[in-house]
């Protein structure tokens, strides 16, 4: 499984970005988004089960963010709303191959990886 993010940019506070993830391959997996800042740990910020009925957030992200697919395109989305400067990192896609119906939060449990794609947000 391949995985390719794309949509990061430069985004000014309050402002919204749309952040892609395409999957080649078998692609009957759940999927989460994760972030590292620089000199922070990679954190969790959300997941989807392979048929997008459920959906899980960090806490601090909830209401803001939201996650969503379409397996028809192989496609994972992030929108991202009211950014702030500290939601700047470095943002990945990754898929859980165990996982189908679960919406894992772990990152020790998700066995591929996108590239990553770069958020910054100024203030």
């Known amino acids: 499984v391949q995985l390719v993010e794309s949509g990061g940019g430069l985004v000014q506070a309050g402002g919204s970005l749309r952040l892609s993830c395409v999957a080649s391959?078998?692609?009957?997996?759940?999927m989460g988004w994760f972030r590292q800042a620089p000199g922070k740990e990679r954190e969790f910020v959300g997941s989807?089960?392979?048929?997008?009925?459920?959906?899980d957030y960090v806490d601090s992200l909830k209401g803001r963010f939201t996650i969503s697919r379409d397996n028809a395109k192989n496609t994972v989305y992030l929108q991202m709303n009211s950014l702030k400067p500290e939601d700047t990192a470095l943002y990945y896609c990754?898929?859980?191959?165990?996982?189908?119906?679960?919406?894992?939060?772990?990152?020790?449990?998700?066995?591929?990886w996108g590239q990553g794609t770069q958020v910054t947000v100024s203030s």
């Open positions: 990754a898929a859980d191959k165990t996982a189908t119906w679960d919406t894992p939060s772990r990152l020790a449990l998700y066995d591929y």
């Open positions: 391959g078998r692609t009957f997996y759940a």
């Open positions: 989807i089960n392979w048929s997008g009925s459920r959906t």
